[in-house]
T-cell receptor, first 113, second 117 residues
Framework: DGGITQSPKYLFRKEGQNVTLSCEQN?????MYWYRQDPGQGLRLIYY???????QKGDIAEGYSVSREKKESFPLTVTSAQKNPTAFYLC????????????FGPGTRLTVL | AQSVAQPEDQVNVAEGNPLTVKCTYS??????LFWYVQYPNRGLQFLLK??????LVKGSYGFEAEFNKSQTSFHLKKPSALVSDSALYFC???????????????FGSGTRLQVQP
């Protein structure tokens, strides 16, 4: 988990609320990623960004939004339009050059009450 | 697009026995392959990677992986399993993200390893 922090570790949301998950990295990586993981399952890419002020939709972007105003920060907002937001959310970063090895944060567990 | 498959949802092995977690891949060009491990409620931790060179790659915690180009496989191995190795293991391949020309990792669905004492 070194170099990437996510907060909070646990988050509870009421139906109809937007919530924002924080992701910060001090690895000087250009690329950052958000994944969703459901119990016992693999990772699904929500959004990614490879440069400041630019981001692209992944495979399951509906109901989510992101921003990339600073190189080290890539917050994810889970909006009320996301129909089933309860999941474990993982942030990762990588260098653009080379082998693209990704470094992961510790994750945020979001539960909708 | 590149893809990676982990054919086993779960692998059970007794402590002290050798373990293998399987991964096969489909890529165009030379593959960049990775193994990650995830403990409960934690992020993914890097174990090892194959970029080029020796087909046997050594990684963290005594794990190794064998790259086999003819069988398009990259199986994770350990000579003697520990109970503490019980976790979720992911294989990944460097891929081009759809319609962007940009590279990222595509992950397999994961294999749960259970090591019994």
């Amino acid at each position: 988990d070194g170099g990437i922090t996510q907060s909070p570790k646990y988050l509870f949301r009421k139906e109809g609320q937007n919530v924002t998950l924080s992701c910060e990295q001090n690895l000087n990586h250009d690329a950052m990623y958000w994944y969703r993981q459901d119990p016992g399952q693999g990772l699904r890419l929500i959004y990614y960004s490879q440069i400041v002020n630019d981001f692209q939709k992944g495979d399951i972007a509906e109901g989510y939004s992101v921003s990339r105003e600073k190189k080290e920060s890539f917050p994810l907002t889970v909006t009320s339009a996301q129909k089933n937001p309860t999941a474990f959310y993982l942030c990762a970063s990588a260098r653009l050059a080379g082998d693209n090895e990704q470094f992961f944060g510790p994750g945020t567990r979001l539960t909708v009450l | 697009a590149q893809s990676v498959a982990q054919p086993e949802d779960q692998v059970n092995v007794a402590e002290g026995n050798p373990l293998t977690v399987k991964c096969t891949y489909s890529v165009s060009g030379n593959p960049y392959l990775f193994w990650y491990v995830q403990y409960p409620n934690r992020g993914l931790q890097f174990l090892l990677k194959y970029i080029t060179g020796d087909n046997l790659v050594k990684g963290s915690y005594g794990f190794e992986a064998e790259f086999n180009k003819s069988q398009t496989s990259f199986h994770l191995k350990k000579p003697s399993a520990l109970v503490s190795d019980s976790a979720l293991y992911f294989c990944a391949v460097r891929d081009m993200l759809k319609g962007t020309g940009r590279r990222a990792l595509t992950f397999g669905s994961g294999t749960r390893l259970q090591v019994q004492p």
